[in-house]
């Protein structure tokens, strides 16, 4: 099997743990990755990278699928939103050259790259997110209470976010770009790590704390014992039908009620603390893209298990 990775950026550790779970399975697996930045160390991990156009790019989708033909990929699994939404519009070409894209369908993929679509998922489905509107750049009079906390529409990470504690700071602001409004809510942060069948079954679900960030990426965080939000990222993956991974980002505030915020149809970063846990994502999407039946698992996983996560270098004289 020949797996790329698109997009990986600084996500290293994750394709090192990739690297790692190929030892058990018997099986000759070459681990690709692709990125459109030379420097982005992660790609010096896998057994070979390449160089790919900007997604925007014209030139994107005929380069990709010519390394996708020359490289006799098996399977693709994208780890940032803007691959996953690449990788639907190239659904049909992919499919004629018998290439599986670890996505969801089209419109599970829409619910979770938009926001506003995510607060409307949410709602239609009784799970509990925050208040939540469209930004209008004319309009101030926001029918929430402040704080209000602002993000992207189809953003990604915590770029582009703002916390509002006044009418004058929202007036102030004047952004071109769509956005959502939801009222700040201030607490407790978790990630629900969540793997699903290909079918959207749900084969384990791990909820972690994120006990220190950095530009949206976890910086400390350790598993939790927590049935009730092992219940809820089992209950949002199978609703939306999520194929692969998934992260699902909540909040629990000071009266100890929990709102969901975000939900990532793929890895995060931070899912090496859910492998390190014991549960080996990687192995079972191995299985998977093989088309093995996978056993759930759901709720195995080491409790109280922290992560501390710290910086390295990679030296190269030729990128790219």
């Not at 070459?30 to 990278?49: G, V």
């Not at 530009?215 to 194929?243: D, F, Q, Y």
């Not at 929990?258 to 899912?271: A, L, P, Q």
């Amino acid at each position: 099997m020949n797996i790329l990775f698109l997009a990986p950026a600084w996500k290293a550790s994750l394709i090192k743990a990739f690297r790692e779970a190929r030892k058990s399975i018997k099986l000759d697996i070459r681990l690709i990755a692709a990125d459109s930045d030379a420097l982005s160390s992660s790609i010096y991990f896998a057994d070979q990278f390449h160089i790919v156009p900007m997604f925007d790019s014209p030139d994107f989708n005929f380069h990709f699928l010519a390394l996708c033909k020359k490289e006799k990929i098996t399977a693709i699994v994208p780890l940032s939103n803007k691959a996953i939404a690449a990788l639907e519009n190239l659904r049909p070409d992919l499919k004629n050259m018998d290439i599986l894209p670890v996505i969801s369908s089209a419109e599970t993929i829409h619910d979770c790259l938009d926001k506003w679509e995510t607060y409307r998922f949410c709602k239609n489905n009784s799970i509990p997110t925050p208040e939540t509107v469209l930004y209008d750049r004319e309009n101030y009079d926001i029918p929430i209470e402040f704080p209000l906390f602002l993000k992207k529409r189809t953003g990604e990470g915590s770029n582009n976010t703002y916390m509002i504690k006044t009418k004058e700071q929202l007036k102030e602001l004047q952004l071109d770009e769509e956005y959502i409004v939801q009222k700040y809510i201030e607490g407790t942060e978790y990630t629900i790590d969540a793997l699903s069948d290909f079918t959207g079954e749900p084969l384990s679900v791990v909820p972690r704390e994120r006990l220190a960030v950095r530009g949206g990426e976890v910086l400390k965080g350790k598993t939790v014992h927590n049935p009730e939000l092992v219940k809820w990222g089992a209950k949002i993956a199978k609703i939306l039908k999520i194929c692969g991974p998934a992260n699902i980002q909540c909040i629990k505030n000071r009266q100890g009620n929990y709102f969901f915020t975000d939900i990532n149809n793929r890895f995060g970063s931070g899912v090496v603390l859910t492998l390190a846990a014991g549960v080996n994502f990687p192995e079972m999407l191995f299985k998977l893209i093989r088309g093995d039946k996978v056993k759930s698992i759901i709720g195995a996983y080491e409790e109280n298990l922290f992560m501390l996560r710290y910086d390295e270098a990679v030296f190269t004289r030729d990128p790219g």
